[in-house]
């Protein structure tokens, strides 16, 4: 059974870096595509960014290029989501999803998912 489980969230100040991890298990991902979205109260869910296990290039929504940043570790399967230079507007609770074949900016494309961890950022 597979499972993804969040960590990392909580509470900084504008400006401030968070490190979110995803903790992988059940199944062998190297064949995944591993995404980072993003649900904000009242907002749809929006992909953050992602990353193919195998490697190769990763992505990243407009609005968090030059500040966030992707990574895995194959050894823990563990996949990372740094975030630098946040602002209120990241404000949201953070998702890790996989698929093996995913469109990779559309979540219901991705068949697993976290269960999420709340980052809060004051202004």
């Known amino acids: 059974q597979v499972q993804l489980v969040e960590s990392g969230g909580g509470l900084v100040q504008a400006g401030g870096s968070l490190r979110l991890s995803c903790a992988a298990s059940?199944?062998?991902?190297?064949?995944?595509?591993m995404g980072w979205f993003r649900q904000a109260p009242g907002k749809e869910r929006e992909f953050v960014a992602g990353i193919r296990w195998s490697g190769g290039s990763a992505y990243y929504a407009d609005s968090v290029k030059g500040r966030f940043t992707i990574s895995r570790d194959n050894a823990k399967n563990t996949v990372y989501l740094q975030m630098n230079s946040l602002k209120p507007e990241d404000t949201a609770v953070y998702y890790c999803?996989?698929?093996?074949?995913?469109?990779?900016?559309?979540?219901?494309?991705?068949?697993?998912w976290g269960q999420g961890t709340q980052v809060t950022v004051s202004s």
């Open positions: 059940g199944r062998t991902f190297s064949s995944y595509v």
């Open positions: 999803a996989a698929d093996p074949s995913p469109t990779w900016f559309s979540a219901p494309s991705y068949d697993y």
